[in-house]
């Protein structure tokens, strides 16, 4: 079996800061994700990446950007942080762009003081 | 653009009884990909069920449902709840337009009690 790693678990930041969020995956998977889980509002994504040096916006994609260094990483910035921003970045992978399963890092829980 | 809708936020159940969370969708592809995913406290969210196949149940660990595509929904269902089933649970849904998009719903938290 494999495993996705982020790093890392926890991020305090500053208001108007840049952070990186940074997803690791063994799976030798072709596609992964970037998703903000917030309470209520599920998991949106924010940028995938359909294979190395891919990159495709989501949804939730302005203020952020990504990218897909090697086929085993794919990095988040958070361009600006928001004061008291609070949320959860889930980082996924799957093995290829069509219906298969995703799976899930443990997440990187934000906080922007 | 395709969405999916979870009409609970919360459900709440005492051990036993049935289960039932709801999921609809929209897609203006004839061929969609249905997903529930469950996520446990302290743990990674993982896959419980998918499904692409009109009016055909998929089980998995006690759970089912099964896709119905005139009235796009793919609701979860189990007989009877248990302590261990309290989690968050999320409707997915992808098209098959081929853009490997995985659009998720609001999530719906399901609370068992004793």
């Known amino acids: 079996g494999g495993i996705i790693t982020q790093t890392p678990k926890f991020l305090i930041g500053q208001e108007g800061q840049k952070l990186t969020l940074k997803c690791q995956q063994n799976?030798?998977?072709?596609?992964m994700y970037w998703y903000r889980q917030d309470s209520g509002k599920g998991l949106r994504l924010i940028y995938y990446s359909i294979t190395e040096n891919d990159l495709q916006k989501g949804d939730l994609s302005e203020g952020y950007d990504a990218s897909r260094e090697k086929k085993s990483s794919f990095s988040l910035t958070v361009t600006s942080a928001q004061k008291n921003e609070m949320a959860v970045f889930l980082c996924a992978s799957s093995i290829d762009n069509s219906q298969n399963t995703l799976y899930f890092g443990a997440g990187t829980r934000l906080s922007v003081l | 653009g395709d969405s999916v809708t979870q009409k609970e936020g919360l459900v709440t159940l005492t051990e036993g009884l049935p289960v039932m969370l709801n999921c609809t969708y929209q897609?203006?592809?004839?061929?969609?990909?249905l997903f529930w995913y469950v996520h446990y406290l302290n743990e990674s969210p993982r896959l419980l069920l998918k499904s692409s196949t009109d009016n055909k149940r998929t089980e998995h660990q006690g759970f089912h449902a099964t896709l119905h595509k005139s009235s796009s929904s793919f609701h979860l269902q189990k007989s009877s709840a248990q302590l261990s089933d309290s989690a968050l649970y999320y409707c997915a849904l992808m098209n098959q337009g081929g853009s490997a998009k995985l659009i998720f719903g609001e999530g719906t938290k399901l609370t068992v009690s004793s």
């Open positions: 897609t203006i592809y004839s061929n969609a990909f």
């Open positions: 799976f030798n998977h072709d596609t």
